[in-house]
C-alpha cells in the first residue's frame, strides 16, 4: 500500500513539474503491484492516465497541497497493516440444594426460571483492543486516485491475551479471527432510565412464528407489542438465540427450528418496537446449545457443528451434559464465537441493548471442564477459577457490545438466588453488580412470592439493592408472570400464595417504586394467553396490573 502510494506521489509530480500529457507505456519500475488486490493491471494504467490528465490542468500550488495530504494519509499508516476479527417451567432453584438439571423440554427452554443465571463483564484498562484499524483503497476516476479511509473497530474476538493467563487454548489465534468484519454501529438507540419490561420468549414462537409467513409474524407480533405497550412497558427482551442457532439473519448460527418461513424475525421485531416506542433488547442464551439428538444435524458449514464433528474439538469446546451441549467458557476459541455474534447483531440491527440469562455452567461436575484446568496451571480451586472463567467471558460481551455500539446496554438476568449464582453455576454477581464497568444492568430473577419461605420477595430485592453498589449498575427486578395461578412448589409454607392472591405482580411491581429499580414480566403468554387452567387468577392478575 506504502508504494501505491509513494507511486501515485511521484506520477503526481512528475505531471506537474514537466507538464507532461503523454501516458507512459507502462507503469514505472518502483510500482510495486504485489500489494495491489482491487485493480487489474489495466485498470492502473488507465488510472494512471487519468491522473496525468488531471495533474495538467491543475496548479502547482495545488499539486503541491495534494501531494502533502496524500503524505500525511500515508504516514499515518502503519509499516504493517492488520485486519481486524430461553402448566410450569423450570423448577425453582429457591434453595442451595436445587438442581440445575434440566427435567424436559419446556423445564430446559424457560431460561428465566429461578434455575437459572446470567452473568455480566468488567471493562478492564488496556483489555480494550484498539479502536479502529485504517484501510485505505484506491478507486478509478477521473481525478487524481483518491484514498479512503473506512473504520473498521477491531473485533474484540480477536483479542485471546485475557484467556491465556489462566486458561486453555491450543489454537492459535489465525484460527479464531471472525470471518466478517463489523463496522462499529452509529445507531443511537432508545432506552430508558429505568426499564419496564417484557419478556418475549421462544416459545412465544411456536404460536407466532412456526409455520407463519412474514405478514402473520408481522401482525402477530404487532398485537404483542400493543399489549406489552398497553401494560405500561416501555422495553421488549426478544429471544433471538436459544440453543447455539438464530432468530435472526446470522452467518455464525442456524436457523431456528420455529422460524419455518423465510423472513427475518429480528429486523421485524425492531421496527415494530421502534414504531411504538418501546426499546429493543436481544435476549441470548451465551453457553447453552442442543440436545444430542439435534447436535447430529447441526450443519458442519458452522463452527458449533464443526467442533461437533471433530474429535478433537468435541467434548473440549463443547461438552455434553446431561444430554445437552454447552460451550466450554474456558477457551478463548469458545468466548470469540459468542462475542462475534453479539457483533454481528449490534452491528447489523438497531437494538437498544443485548442481554444474557442465566445458563452458564450446567454442572458442578469436575469433569466437565477437567482438561481446561488442569492446563491453566493455576493455583486457585476449581470453583474459584471458574467464577474467574466466567467473569472474563461476561467481561469480553460487555466489551464486544460497547465496542459495536457504546451506546447500547448490556444486561444480565442472572438468578434470584445469589448462593446458587456463586455456588453451582459459579457467576460471580456479587462481583458484576459491584465493579465499576461491569455491567449497564442487572435484571435478578426473583421468582418468589411475599411469603416464599426460603426467600420471600420484599427481602431478597432489598439484598439485592443492597449488592449493587456500581453507579453504573442499574437494578432491574425480574417477575415471575408465569406463577400466576400455579402452585409454588419449592416454596415451602408459601405454596399456595400464587393460588390464594390475584394481586401478586402488582405489589410486587409496585414495591419496585421504593428502590426506583425497573422491573420485568416473565414471560408475554403467560399473562395475555393462559393456561386455561389458570386463565381466571391471570386475568384478575393483569387486571390489578392495569389499575
Not at 490528465?53 to 496548479?59: D, F, I, L
Not at 473504520?151 to 491465556?164: K, L, R
Not at 419490561?197 to 409467513?213: F, G, I, P, T
Not at 466437565?368 to 474467574?388: H, P, Q, V
Request: charged share 20%; glycine share 4%; aromatic share 10%.
Amino acid at each position: 500500500m506504502k508504494h501505491r502510494i509513494k507511486a501515485m506521489l511521484a506520477l503526481l509530480l512528475c505531471s506537474v513539474l514537466c507538464s507532461c500529457t503523454e501516458i507512459p507505456d507502462e507503469l514505472p519500475d518502483n510500482y510495486s503491484t504485489d500489494t495491489i488486490t482491487e485493480s487489474t493491471a489495466s485498470q492502473l494504467q488507465s488510472e494512471t492516465a487519468l491522473t496525468y490528465e488531471t495533474s495538467v490542468s491543475s496548479s502547482a500550488e495545488t499539486a503541491v497541497s495534494e501531494i502533502s495530504q496524500v503524505t500525511i494519509l500515508s504516514e499515518s499508516v502503519s509499516e504493517t497493516e492488520t485486519v481486524p476479527s430461553e402448566s410450569e417451567l423450570k423448577s425453582d432453584s429457591e434453595t442451595v440444594s436445587d438442581t440445575y438439571t434440566e427435567t424436559s423440554e419446556i423445564e430446559s427452554e424457560t431460561s428465566l426460571s429461578e434455575s437459572e443465571t446470567t452473568a455480566e463483564t468488567i471493562f478492564e484498562p488496556g483489555t480494550l483492543p484498539p479502536e479502529t484499524t485504517a484501510v485505505i483503497t484506491s478507486e478509478t476516476k477521473p481525478t487524481a486516485p483518491s484514498i479512503t479511509i473506512v473504520t473498521i473497530p477491531t473485533s474484540p474476538i480477536q483479542e485471546t491475551d485475557a484467556f491465556s493467563e489462566n486458561s486453555v487454548s491450543s489454537e492459535t489465534s489465525a484460527e479464531i479471527l471472525p470471518d466478517t468484519y463489523y463496522p462499529q454501529s452509529s445507531y443511537y438507540p432508545l432506552n430508558f432510565d429505568r426499564q419496564k419490561a417484557m419478556w418475549v420468549s421462544y416459545l412465544e414462537y411456536d404460536r407466532m412464528m412456526r409455520n407463519a409467513d412474514e405478514a402473520q409474524f408481522t401482525e402477530a407480533l404487532g398485537k404483542c407489542f400493543d399489549n406489552i405497550a398497553a401494560l405500561g412497558c416501555n422495553t421488549v427482551y426478544f429471544q433471538v438465540r436459544v440453543y447455539g442457532d438464530s432468530y435472526y439473519s446470522s452467518s455464525l448460527f442456524p436457523k431456528g427450528d420455529r422460524l419455518t418461513g423465510d423472513y427475518d424475525p429480528l429486523r421485524i421485531a425492531v421496527r415494530a418496537a421502534h414504531d411504538r416506542g418501546l426499546s429493543l433488547h436481544a435476549w441470548i442464551n451465551p453457553m447453552r446449545l442442543m440436545t444430542d439428538s439435534q447436535m447430529k444435524s447441526y450443519s458442519t458449514e458452522y463452527k458449533i457443528g464443526e467442533w461437533y464433528n471433530d474429535p478433537s474439538k468435541n467434548g473440549k469446546y463443547i461438552v455434553n451434559s446431561a444430554g445437552r451441549w454447552y460451550l466450554n467458557p474456558a477457551y478463548a476459541e469458545t468466548v470469540s464465537l459468542i462475542c462475534d455474534g453479539i457483533s454481528e447483531i449490534v452491528t447489523g440491527y438497531d437494538v437498544d441493548g443485548i442481554q444474557i440469562d442465566d445458563y452458564f455452567y450446567p454442572t458442578t461436575d469436575a469433569s466437565f471442564d477437567s482438561a481446561a484446568y488442569e492446563a491453566s496451571g493455576t493455583d486457585k480451586n476449581l470453583a474459584d477459577w471458574r467464577r474467574e472463567t466466567v467473569t472474563k467471558m461476561v467481561k469480553r460481551m460487555y466489551e464486544t457490545v460497547h465496542s459495536a455500539n457504546p451506546r447500547v446496554l448490556f444486561g444480565i438476568s442472572p438468578q434470584g438466588n445469589t448462593d446458587n449464582n456463586y455456588n453451582d453455576l459459579y457467576a460471580d454477581v456479587f462481583t458484576w453488580v459491584s465493579t465499576e464497568g461491569c455491567c449497564d444492568y442487572i435484571c435478578p430473577q426473583i421468582y418468589f412470592g411475599f411469603e416464599n419461605g426460603a426467600l420471600p420477595y420484599a427481602e431478597t430485592v432489598d439484598k439485592w439493592d443492597k449488592l449493587v453498589t456500581s453507579d453504573n449498575v442499574k437494578l432491574v427486578i425480574g417477575l415471575a408472570a408465569y406463577k400466576s395461578g400455579t402452585e409454588d412448589k419449592y416454596a415451602g409454607a408459601g405454596s399456595s400464595e400464587w393460588i390464594n392472591s390475584t394481586d401478586i405482580l402488582a405489589r410486587q411491581r409496585d414495591l419496585t417504586d421504593i428502590y426506583n429499580a425497573g422491573y420485568a414480566y416473565f414471560r408475554y403468554d403467560s399473562l395475555f394467553l393462559p393456561e386455561p387452567s389458570v386463565a381466571a387468577s391471570v386475568n384478575a392478575e393483569l387486571e390489578n396490573l392495569k389499575k
